[in-house]
């Protein structure tokens, strides 16, 4: 039986950064978290320096990084051409924002936790429901034991009605028994409160979460029939994270008003139900932070810590013994190493005794190394091309070459790349962004903002970089040039993290127009 995120992700070097940590006393504003400086709050910064050298030294890759003391944010930074201002995409982290809307929904007495799954899908029921699945609360889909033979979600998103799937499949085991990660049962739950309420999670959450703590911009993916895909498809900026932290370390107050029952946050954040497995020879049980028990879509972290989290290393991490919370956004196959470097480097910074005060003026303003290589190359020139039939249906390629800047057009759309530097543009390319999970893929093909840059790994051979930054994920585009001939042969970043795999897009092959 599937039991972990790791088999669940089966579906589908660090760069320069930049830490701001602001000097001033800043007081909060309906839209921003009040700042302050970790000497303030108790918190040494050198362990902060620690942290980020330690991300650089074992070439760990974020995007954004934000601690908070005290309910104000002591450090912050954004690799860029991350910033501030651009959402970036959850995963699993979304399954914490499900959760807290059925928290809402129970708290304004539409449902109980304890309500059976099948009541809210009559019209969705197979012809013959077992006994398992008619037991089946929506604890057990809030707790990940619904008692699936198998993780249901590749077949549910493969399907017109999720809903209807989900319930179709084999519950082998007695729900409430056994933890299983299964974000199709988070789907149900976004489907249960649009049901009760009329609205979709992202609607609900909205005038309840999202407007009280001054986040705007988050976006939401749906599956077929409109329904926010709950498990996955959020996407919100890093300050909006760490309000959501704060507000769960203040048990649903914020500003003085109790907006989600104390009850509630206490409940969601417990531990209700133990991961299988034990010690491994490279970690015991009790370092492994998958390993601490699981709540309401919240894992249970080592101490007293528990979070949200989702694939590539989006991070809420909440403290309540220290009164900290710490984000992330990321790239990262190793996520517990991630955690291993908080752990190591952060959490001992707070109330360090002795601690020598750090000079943070230096990492200001750094960024994710742009493509590398040669400026220019004395061969190759700016050409059309024709392209043979291809999967991704691109007919034509062009490349405009001269001066610090690559222009790269296929059909209708255009990416310009600086040359060893990065530049903004927005571009809707078949085949891209990269994904991890299919449900919840627009149907067309969208518009994404992307960081372009490119070089010359020889006078044949143009590399470019383009990297989606409201996403975890970038392109590596190789461009071999041999004659009147070129070859456009891709590599995701998600792919590349397995060394045996290959990138789905068949390279295309393309002749100079005469």
């Not at 490349?399 to 209708?412: K, P």
Request: charged fraction near 20%; glycine fraction near 8%.
């Amino acid at each position: 039986m599937t039991t972990s995120r790791r088999s669940f992700l089966r579906y589908a070097g660090l760069a320069p950064f930049s830490l701001w940590i602001p000097k001033s006393f800043a007081e909060g504003t309906g839209e921003h978290l009040a700042r302050s400086t970790p000497d303030a709050q108790g918190v040494a910064a050198s362990g902060i320096l620690d942290f980020i050298d330690a991300v650089e030294r074992e070439k760990f890759e974020l995007h954004s990084f934000m601690m908070l003391r005290h309910g104000k944010v002591i450090a912050e930074g954004w690799w860029k051409p991350y910033g501030p201002e651009f959402v970036h995409t959850m995963y699993s982290m979304s399954k914490s924002f499900t959760s807290t809307a059925v928290g809402f929904a129970v708290a304004e007495g539409k449902l109980s936790v304890e309500d059976k799954v099948v009541s809210f899908f009559p019209d969705d029921l197979p012809e013959k429901v077992s006994d398992n699945l008619a037991a089946m609360r929506v604890k057990d889909l809030l707790t990940m034991s619904t008692g699936n033979e198998k993780e249901p979600t590749g077949v549910c998103v493969k399907s017109e009605n999720w809903a209807r799937t989900f319930l179709a499949q084999n519950i082998a085991h007695k729900p409430g028994t056994q933890f299983m990660y299964n974000s199709a049962a988070t789907y149900m739950c976004s489907a249960i409160v649009q049901r009760l309420t009329h609205q979709t999670v992202l609607d609900y959450l909205t005038p309840r979460l999202f407007a009280p703590l001054g986040i705007k911009g988050m976006r939401w993916e749906t599956c077929p029939h409109g329904i926010n895909t709950g498990g996955w498809g959020l996407s919100i900026q890093t300050e909006g994270l760490a309000k959501f932290g704060q507000f769960l370390l203040q048990k649903g107050k914020w500003n003085g008003e109790q907006l989600l029952p104390a009850a509630w946050v206490e409940e969601a954040s417990q531990f209700h139900i133990q991961q299988p497995g034990g010690d491994k020879p490279d970690r015991p049980k009790a370092k492994n932070d998958w390993m601490q028990g699981y709540g309401y879509q919240f894992w249970r972290c080592q101490g007293t810590a528990f979070r949200g989290d989702g694939a590539f290393g989006q991070f809420t991490i909440v403290l309540p013994e220290q009164d900290a919370v710490i984000v992330m956004t990321s790239e990262n196959k190793n996520m517990q190493g991630q955690l291993d470097l908080v752990w190591k480097h952060l959490l001992p910074a707070i109330d360090a005794k002795g601690a020598l005060r750090a000079d943070l003026s230096k990492l200001k303003t750094l960024a994710l190394a742009p493509q590398q290589g040669g400026k220019k190359s004395s061969v190759v020139t700016s050409k059309a091309y024709m392209l043979e039939p291809n999967e991704l249906g691109l007919k034509t390629a062009s490349f405009g070459l001269g001066g610090d800047t690559c222009v790269f057009c296929t059909d209708e759309q255009t990416i310009t790349c600086g040359i060893e530097a990065w530049h903004r543009c927005e571009a809707a390319i078949p085949g891209t962004p990269p994904r991890l999970i299919s449900g919840g893929m627009p149907k067309k093909v969208p518009t994404s903002k992307i960081a372009a840059s490119a070089a010359w790994r020889d006078d044949r051979t143009l590399v470019m970089q383009w990297r989606y930054y409201e996403t975890p994920h970038s392109d590596r585009v190789t461009c071999e040039f041999e004659g009147d001939n070129v070859t456009i042969t891709f590599l995701n970043s998600i792919t590349a993290m397995n060394p045996k795999a290959k990138d789905v897009r068949a390279p295309l092959k393309g002749k100079a127009v005469a």
